[in-house]
């Protein structure tokens, strides 16, 4: 939208009505936007393809990471025995551990 105001500049070499011009780009793009749909929310709906919505209100924005975090940890360190770690990996519902 501004793109296309700025090009028509660009190529006419008119740099006195610059702040209208976009002024009015702008205005006029919000003015589309507040009552149609984008082109790609319109190619989604035409297609029959899922349509994500915004995710501002759901419940997950007030989720923490405290919530799926697993603060029972069981660490791997450099004095354990062989034993140890073998105890450690039968006993873990961990599959696998970073080095």
Request: aromatic share 8%; charged share 15%.
């Amino acid at each position: 939208t501004v793109a296309s105001g700025i090009i028509v500049f660009e190529l006419t070499g008119q740099m006195t009505h610059l702040l209208p011009v976009l002024m009015t780009v702008l205005i006029a793009a919000s003015v589309g936007n507040f009552f149609t749909l984008s082109v790609y929310d319109t190619l989604l709906r035409e297609k029959g393809l899922p349509f994500i919505p915004a995710i501002k209100n759901s419940k997950l924005m007030k989720k923490t990471v405290g919530y799926v975090m697993n603060t029972n940890l069981h660490l791997i360190t450099t004095n354990m025995t062989y034993n140890n770690l073998q105890e450690l990996l039968k006993h873990s519902e961990e599959g696998v551990y970073p080095l």
